[in-house]
């Protein structure tokens, strides 16, 4: 391959105002009728051609085994983007974008549908001055990854030609545990380079979670604060009123911590706990998030039932409406253990945050969808107004993902009035009404990046396995033939069993409310 493609510097890590220009390619979404085709990736590169964020030659080719013309595959994605892009569909752009789209019908497995594949792709080429670049993405299930990537390498799919490149996209999971991980690295480097792998979170394209760098490393108040003598907690939480939505099969084998703590948590907790990368180039940034990962304290086995609590929702109501218990839910056994709610607190035996727990929580049929970071700070000295009876609440610093997404602080002020009473108040900052305008969906941000070659918000393959053998450890004991955790109930609409409150209570701490 020719490399210098993939390693020449990326103009947009050399500024903070200016992005490095997409080249044309042609995009190859491997299971292209799925619905991460239909309600994300499609509505995203639309939404990227109306704001003139993509370049006009930029070609869509939907990879898959059902028969499908051009016209019928061309016509489902209309219909699904009218209904999932974040703004109108306007007809004449639509129409202009619905050329560039494409339908290739093959078997993942059969080795004759890449080459005509390749034949076709450079027709595009030349027909439509996509330059030979061409990014492939994996949004077919993870047992046909090998399939798929084997037979791109044996058509020479993989390799790049002068002055063009190639690269691939692998959606979550990144396998369901540290061997799967491992081997899963391993199938993908038989075909791709490091340099040509971008490992999709789409957590990390979400505006407010980006901003975290330029939160932390932009404004001078926050540096000299940001680490254990200041700092008394954090916590992580992911709300979601939905349950598992007709995945019932994929559910029973992952599970929240699986799921959701393993990547979504833990990336956020990297970018909030790193340390200052020494430049804005991608694994620059990549290099202190591994940082964070590698020193998170491993659990003894008879430690994970006093740090972690996990939970699985019953019968409850969500916005008044009564919802089924997760073992009612189609494909999950009537006696399924699987975790739909997890607490736990964990310690970064670092200099920066040693001492500090980080408290991160996340579950299914809670009472609302978010997504927030908070970062809670000691309580002021017990002199002047904390000699008061009661102590004055602490300075939290909230960092809202979804929705809403925005920061706020909140500081102690003085009541109008005559008497000298004390009451917590937020400065609050909202992206929506600050910049007068929405925030991209987080599938338009990495896609933009992948075709620009920028794989800072991808995660890397040490990454990736330093998560998994933190989160081994916990499913371990889960599933341990003896004395293996209790799975504690919880009713849909709830905050999860109470036993999670308890894991913060027994340190005086709570969750903060939303």
Known sequence: MNRSAEQQPNPLREGLSTRAVPQPCSIVIFGATGDLTHRKLIPALYNLAADGE??????????????????????ELEEATRE???????????????????????????ASGYKTLAERLDKIDKERGTRGNRLFYLAAAPDQFEAILKNLKAAGLNEAREGSWARVIV???????????????????????????????????????????????????????WNRHYVDHLQITAAETLGIEGRGGYYETAGAL???????????????????????????????????????????????????????????AINGKTVAAYREEEKVKPDSVTDTFVALRLYIDNWRWSGVPVYL???????????????????????????QTTALDQNVLVIRIQPDEGISLRIQAKMPGTSFRIQPVKMDFHYGTSFGKPSPEAYERLLLDAMSGDATLFARHDEVEQAWSFIDLIENAWTAEKDAPQ?????????????????????????RRF
């Open 361 to 387: 929580r996340v579950g299914k049929r809670l009472p609302k969808s978010a997504t927030e970071i908070s970062v809670h700070f000691k309580h002021a000295p017990p002199v002047l107004f904390n000699k």
């Open 84 to 110: 999932f892009s974040r703004q109108s569909v306007r007809d004449e752009v639509w129409e202009t974008f619905a050329q560039s789209i494409f339908y290739h019908q093959s078997e993942f497995e059969d």
């Open 171 to 225: 959606e979550k999971p990144f396998g369901h545990d540290l061997a799967s991980a491992r081997e899963l690295n391993r199938i993908v480097r038989k075909s791709f380079s490091e340099e040509q792998t971008y490992r999709i979170d789409h957590f990390l394209g979400k505006e407010t979670a980006q901003n975290i760098l330029v939160l932390r490393f932009a404004n001078a108040i926050f540096g000299p604060l």
């Open 54 to 75: 993509m370049p006009p030659a930029t070609t869509v080719v939907g990879f898959a085994r059902r028969q499908k013309t051009d016209e019928e595959f061309r016509n």
């Open 487 to 511: 799975l504690y109930f919880y009713p849909a609409g709830s905050w999860g069993p109470e036993e999670a409150d308890e894991l913060m209570a027994r340190e005086g701490r709570a969750w």
């Open 258 to 316: 699986r799921d959701m703590v393993q990547n979504h948590l833990l990336q956020l907790l990297c970018l909030v706990a790193m340390e200052p990368p020494t430049d804005l180039r991608a694994d620059s940034i990549r290099d202190e998030k591994v940082k964070v990962v590698r020193p998170i304290r491993r659990y003894r086995r008879e430690d994970v039932a006093t740090n972690v609590v996990r939970g699985q929702y019953v019968q409850g």
